[in-house]
């Protein structure tokens, strides 16, 4: 399975914004620290403004920010958001479909609870638990000086949270 580049570029744009989130940040900002074409950042941005994942504010001090808490947004509905109307075989577009094996494969029933499951482990992961006592994270995308008590600290210093299942 490979992410699209619109749904990776999704989830460092909610990182840049979560790890920044005493500022407006620019698309320009984003597409430097993450390196990517403004364009493409641009409409990534558009997307998660259309379904409420950040807030776009216009004028000379412009740019955009979270729309709601990190901890309110589920990874696994951002992949579904950029994810979704891309089929992951063929099979799984009953338009375009020209496969011969349809009406007897199995393969498709495996690969659907594959993803169900993917999913499933996605919509347990929030933006907090990508962003939260991330001190590597933070020295990559903070715009300021300024590091959270857990880096200054050392403690919980890139430590992956535990699984809530």
């Given at each position: 399975?490979?992410l699209?580049?619109r749904?990776n570029?999704a989830?460092r744009v909610?990182?840049?914004?979560?790890?920044?989130?005493?500022r407006?940040?620019r698309?320009?900002?984003?597409?430097?620290?993450?390196?990517?074409?403004?364009?493409?950042?641009a409409?990534?941005?558009?997307?998660?403004?259309?379904?409420?994942?950040i807030?776009t504010?216009?004028?000379?001090?412009?740019?955009l920010?979270?729309a709601?808490s990190?901890?309110?947004?589920?990874?696994?509905?951002?992949?579904?958001?950029?994810?979704?109307?891309?089929?992951?075989a063929?099979?799984?577009?009953?338009?375009?479909?020209?496969?011969?094996?349809?009406?007897?494969?199995r393969?498709?029933?495996?690969?659907?609870?594959?993803l169900?499951a993917?999913?499933?482990?996605?919509?347990?992961?929030?933006?907090?638990?990508?962003?939260?006592?991330?001190?590597?994270?933070?020295?990559?995308?903070?715009m300021?000086?300024r590091l959270?008590a857990?880096c200054?600290?050392?403690?919980?210093?890139?430590?992956?949270?535990?699984s809530?299942?």
């Amino acid at each position: 399975m490979r992410l699209t580049t619109r749904t990776n570029l999704a989830a460092r744009v909610l990182m840049f914004c979560a790890t920044n989130p005493d500022r407006t940040v620019r698309t320009s900002d984003i597409a430097e620290y993450c390196n990517s074409s403004p364009n493409h950042v641009a409409h990534v941005v558009q997307q998660l403004q259309s379904k409420n994942f950040i807030e776009t504010l216009r004028g000379r001090s412009g740019g955009l920010r979270l729309a709601r808490s990190p901890k309110s947004i589920s990874i696994g509905a951002v992949f579904r958001l950029f994810e979704t109307g891309i089929p992951f075989a063929e099979c799984f577009d009953q338009t375009t479909n020209t496969c011969p094996l349809t009406k007897s494969c199995r393969l498709r029933g495996f690969i659907q609870r594959a993803l169900d499951a993917f999913y499933h482990e996605l919509d347990m992961v929030t933006l907090d638990d990508l962003v939260r006592g991330n001190c590597g994270l933070q020295e990559l995308l903070a715009m300021s000086e300024r590091l959270t008590a857990d880096c200054k600290t050392g403690a919980n210093p890139d430590r992956p949270l535990a699984s809530s299942a």
